[in-house]
Every structure is written in structure tokens, then in C-alpha cells.
T-cell receptor, first 111, second 112 residues
Framework: RKEVEQDPGPFNVPEGATVAFNCTYSNSASQSFFWYRQDCRKEPKLLMSVYSSGNEDGRFTAQLNRASQYISLLIRDSKLSDSATYLCVVFQGTGGFKTIFGAGTRLFVKA | NAGVTQTPKFRILKIGQSMTLQCTQDMNHNYMYWYRQDPGMGLKLIYYSVGAGITDKGEVPNGYNVSRSTTEDFPLRLELAAPSQTSVYFC???????????FGPGTRLTVL
């Protein structure tokens, strides 16, 4: 089982749609969780951190479920500019400090 | 602030050649990382450093070496390039482990 596993995608959605990405992680001791965005042929950039209580930033909502070991990202009212790859990232603070990147889920938003 | 800068942006190497990928950050971050990203795959950690003079292996260190003589610079050395090292290489830095990582623009390397 992969340490961090994401929906394989790609997701093709029309403008204005709501889309949700899921991510599961294998190490129950994982401490920090993030969603990064990566545009085509560019570097990853932090989209948002994921907190236990869930958090929202404009059209983006991130949720963490520690019991089930999954993270989600919800994008409401999709824009063309949301087209990118979304990377789920997990930091393990025990059993070896390391940050693990998921393979990413590609999103295409079409007019 | 420039953030994290990497040079070169692109490079083509012949099998057996060597090269150094440069990485510099101006955020005074102690933690620096080198990743490679193959098509459709997640980032794989090659080496990381927790401060000047301290480096450690990541998940895929074979065929690479690093040094960290200053806080700012973290070069990655490829010795005896092989086609399997064709990839996009990203350097990143963070203020602490577990915090946001800031990435450079990447180096696209092809080994023929």
C-alpha cells in the first residue's frame, strides 16, 4: 500500500462545478497535512494546510479525518484557472521525519 | 526576495557525464531538499539537509551526492549520468520540518 494515495484522475468538470479530491495515508502517526497545487511544467506551491477542525479559504475547503486516515479537498464554483494537478502531502513526525507527496490528481476545468 | 532559485533550467547530458545542479535560497531556511519528479509520479526525496554541514539520504539517493557548506546553497551532483536519471529536479526549503516547503522552478534533465 502506498504511503499517500490519491484519486487517480483526471477530473474533467465544467466551469461552476463542485469537485472533490480524496487522499488516504497509511501512517496513523502522521502529524501535518497539506494540499499543494502544481501547474503544468511548474513547481508545486502550497494551496492550503489541513487542520483537524477543517478549514476553508474562499472556494476551497479542506477536511481531515484522522480516524479513517483521509484528507479531502473541495473546490466550489470551479474556474478555468483551477486547472492544475493537486498534490496531497503528509508529514510524518515519527518513524523517521519525512514529508510524503502523493502522485497528484489532475483537474481540467472546461468552459 | 527571490525565494528558491535553481540553475540550469534545462540540460541534456550524455551517458557517463557529470554535472551539478545549483540551488540557492534567500529565506534563511535551515531545511533544504532535493526531489525528482518523473511523469505521473509523486516527488521522490533524493537528499535533504537540516543545516549547514549536515546532509542525509532520502528515498532515492543512489547516483547523487550533495553538500551544504552554507545555509543558502545546496548543490546536487550527478556522477556518471544514466538514462534513469532523466527527470525534473526540484529543490525546496522550509523553516522547519513539517512546515510549508518552498520550491524552486525546477531543472529538466535529459540523459541520452
Amino acid at each position: 500500500r502506498k504511503e499517500v494515495e490519491q484519486d487517480p484522475g483526471p477530473f474533467n468538470v465544467p466551469e461552476g462545478a463542485t469537485v472533490a479530491f480524496n487522499c488516504t495515508y497509511s501512517n496513523s502517526a502522521s502529524q501535518s497535512f497539506f494540499w499543494y497545487r502544481q501547474d503544468c511544467r511548474k513547481e508545486p506551491k502550497l494551496l492550503m494546510s489541513v487542520y483537524s477542525s477543517g478549514n476553508e479559504d474562499g472556494r476551497f475547503t479542506a477536511q481531515l479525518n484522522r480516524a479513517s486516515q483521509y484528507i479531502s479537498l473541495l473546490i466550489r464554483d470551479s474556474k478555468l484557472s483551477d486547472s492544475a494537478t493537486y498534490l496531497c502531502v503528509v508529514f510524518q513526525g515519527t518513524g523517521g521525519f519525512k514529508t510524503i507527496f502523493g502522485a497528484g490528481t489532475r483537474l481540467f476545468v472546461k468552459a | 526576495n527571490a525565494g528558491v532559485t535553481q540553475t540550469p533550467k534545462f540540460r541534456i547530458l550524455k551517458i557517463g557525464q557529470s554535472m551539478t545542479l545549483q540551488c540557492t535560497q534567500d529565506m534563511n531556511h535551515n531545511y533544504m531538499y532535493w526531489y525528482r519528479q518523473d511523469p505521473g509520479m509523486g516527488l521522490k526525496l533524493i537528499y535533504y539537509s537540516v543545516g549547514a554541514g549536515i546532509t542525509d539520504k532520502g528515498e532515492v539517493p543512489n547516483g547523487y551526492n550533495v553538500s551544504r557548506s552554507t545555509t543558502e546553497d545546496f548543490p546536487l551532483r550527478l556522477e556518471l549520468a544514466a538514462p534513469s536519471q532523466t527527470s525534473v529536479y526540484f529543490c525546496a526549503s522550509s523553516s522547519r520540518q513539517g512546515n510549508e516547503q518552498f520550491f524552486g522552478p525546477g531543472t529538466r534533465l535529459t540523459v541520452l
